[in-house]
């Protein structure tokens, strides 16, 4: 399985990015599916997470009411739309995936992740 992360970039406050997941060789509907962002210095975070079926999601409380989560099981890609971005939202974002059935909902915990893409970065001048 291969995650590919794109759609960052440098932009300035108030700004908005919408990152891209592409999911290849493996089943993306039956995959729960995340983003994390890890600034210099600092460790990983989760930023936001979505269910299977799309219905459930679940965001950092930093980003709540800024950033939408989405998925495509179609196109076997996730998106994360990021508006009114900050300099404290800059960082290296990484989409990730994990197995898990349809009844189950969204998780935010890093190790509960099989798959890991690569990261795209996002910074944020003042």
């Known amino acids: 399985v291969q995650l590919q992360a794109s759609g960052g970039g440098l932009v300035q406050t108030g700004d908005s990015l919408r990152l891209s997941c592409v999911v290849s060789?493996?089943?993306?509907?039956?995959?729960?599916m995340g983003w994390f962002r890890q600034a210099p210095g600092k460790e990983r975070e989760v930023v936001a997470a979505i269910s299977r079926s799309g219905k459930s999601v679940g965001y950092a409380d930093s980003v709540k009411g800024r950033f939408t989560i989405s998925r495509d099981n179609d196109k076997k890609t996730t998106h994360l739309q990021m508006n009114s971005l900050r300099p404290e939202d800059a960082g290296v974002y990484y989409c990730?995936?994990?197995?898990?059935?349809?009844?189950?909902?969204?998780?935010?915990?890093?190790?509960?992740?099989?798959?890991w893409g690569q990261g795209t970065l996002v910074t944020v001048s003042s």
């Open positions: 990730a995936a994990r197995h898990t059935i349809l009844s189950v909902p969204y998780t935010m915990e890093e190790n509960e992740y099989n798959y």
């Open positions: 060789g493996g089943t993306f509907s039956r995959y729960g």
